[in-house]
């Protein structure tokens, strides 16, 4: 057993620490006052929070950061492939065993926690040490009561789309009440940046955000555009060619977008943006297997594209994408429980040949591969269905030219890029 999985089982078993959500923060803030309160040595403190885009954005404006010299250490969530890339300390990630001494050193505190809880705890104290110009934190679920939430002066709050993701959480089941949990609770005294919103939730950020006493700055003061095959970035000062070989959808642009407003806003320089564009990559987002063991089993003319996305949102941006693809497109379907999976496959209608439908290995939270099987044939698509990813490909893989999409989740993703 690898350490990572090791670690995670820890967190799972241990007798203090709970997997189920809970949202309150008495417990964290508890934890932090016993430990001096570690998250007031944070300078620059980051937030980014919202539905869809908090990685690519974040991850996004970490890159600007460091080629501007500069460092920054980051939280993110989920991991992909192991337990350390949800903590990046500015040059370098965490080691297995400075995890492991970190959770020994929590527990010590005799306070029961959550697991995101304890992990956001093990960032904080680790980049506590750290001489960093600039922290950037990723939401969990939500944000009022979110463990990430408990910086009193954060230098900025990013709130990226805001979609029906994470209604499970709530008691009023509506997309109204995830606006006003995302940013109904926003720093005062910041610097607020609202990445692209659908019309009726861009009203409703600004209902939440109307006594607030921030710098807010709305995603009108910059554009995304398409100029014969090229995208650019403008505002009323700059205009930035996108040049990109490895952002492909629209959602993925915007996001980009917002993090060089952001970059442009710290003083980074355009010339060091502009270098860096190129550079920039997603793991698990849109993200073409180009070698590795998965890509080998493969025939030279297929394809194949991983991308977590599992909120109806994602999955118009995916099917966006996909509409412009002209080879045959065939899917590996894998979905967590308490997700929508109706309204996410409906989005693609007429796009794939045929859909496979799979579990996420060793997640015991995962829908079957019976019940998404069930949803696609409701839903009149031609549908298989295979116990693992291995027999999927193996039901897929033909000398037929072809792009095999993976998608439905972030964890089905972080196993297959294990994989390969």
């Known amino acids: 057993m690898s350490q990572s ?12 620490f709970k997997k189920t959500i809970n949202f309150d923060l008495t417990r964290i803030k508890l934890v932090l006052h016993k430990l001096g309160h570690p998250e007031k040595k944070l300078n620059n403190v980051i937030n980014f929070l919202g539905s869809s885009g908090k990685f690519t954005t974040l991850y996004s404006v970490k890159s600007f950061i460091e080629a501007n010299k500069q460092s920054a250490t980051a939280y993110i969530s989920p991991s992909l492939k192991d337990i350390r890339e949800r903590f990046w300390m500015g040059n370098r990630y965490l080691t297995h065993k400075e995890i492991k001494e970190s959770i020994k050193f929590i527990s010590k505190q005799r306070v029961p926690l959550t697991t995101f809880e304890v992990l956001t705890i093990i960032y904080i104290i680790n980049a506590a040490k750290q001489n960093t110009k600039y922290h950037l934190i990723e939401a969990g679920a939500l944000f009022a009561k979110d463990s990430t939430n408990i910086f009193d002066f954060p230098l900025a709050q990013v709130v990226v789309n805001i979609n029906k993701q994470h209604l499970n959480f709530l008691k009023k089941k509506t997309l109204n009440e995830v606006i006003f949990q995302k940013t109904g609770f926003l720093s005062n005294f910041t610097n607020i940046y609202i990445g692209k919103q659908k019309p009726n939730v861009l009203k409703k950020i600004k209902e939440n955000l ?5 710098k807010i700055n709305y995603s009108n003061t910059w554009k995304l555009i398409k100029k014969n095959k090229s995208y650019f970035y403008q505002d009323k000062k700059n205009k930035i060619k996108l040049n990109t070989l490895n952002i492909h959808s629209k959602g993925l642009l915007e996001n980009l977008c917002h993090a060089i407003k952001i970059s ?10 502009k270098k860096t564009i190129p550079k920039i990559s997603f793991e698990g987002r849109f993200q073409y297997l180009k070698k590795g063991k998965v890509k080998n089993k493969l025939h030279l003319n297929e394809q194949i594209m991983l991308d977590g996305a599992h909120a109806t949102a994602d999955a118009k941006n995916l099917a966006n994408y996909l509409k412009n693809i002209k080879i045959p497109k065939y899917a ?3 979905m967590m429980k308490n997700k929508e999976p109706d309204f ?16 996420i290995e060793n997640e015991k939270n995962c829908m079957s591969e019976t019940e998404l099987y069930n949803i696609a044939t409701k839903n009149n698509f031609n549908v298989g269905h295979a116990k693992n990813f291995n027999k999927a490909i193996q039901m897929i893989t033909s000398k037929e030219k072809k792009l095999i999409v993976c998608f ?11 994989k390969n």
């Not at 109307?210 to 921030?214: A, F, L, V």
């Not at 806003?265 to 943006?273: A, M, R, S």
């Not at 996410?344 to 579990?359: D, E, L, N, R």
């Open 5 to 16: 999985i090791s670690l995670y089982k820890q967190l799972a078993n241990h007798k203090l």
């Open 210 to 214: 109307k006594k607030n006493k921030s």
């Open 264 to 273: 442009l806003d710290l003083k980074i320089d355009k010339k060091i943006i």
């Open 332 to 334: 590996i379907w894998a």
């Open 344 to 359: 996410f496959i409906k989005q693609f209608k007429g796009i794939f040949k045929k859909i496979i439908s799979t579990p």
């Open 408 to 418: 439905g989740s972030l964890y089905n993703v972080g196993n297959i890029l294990k």
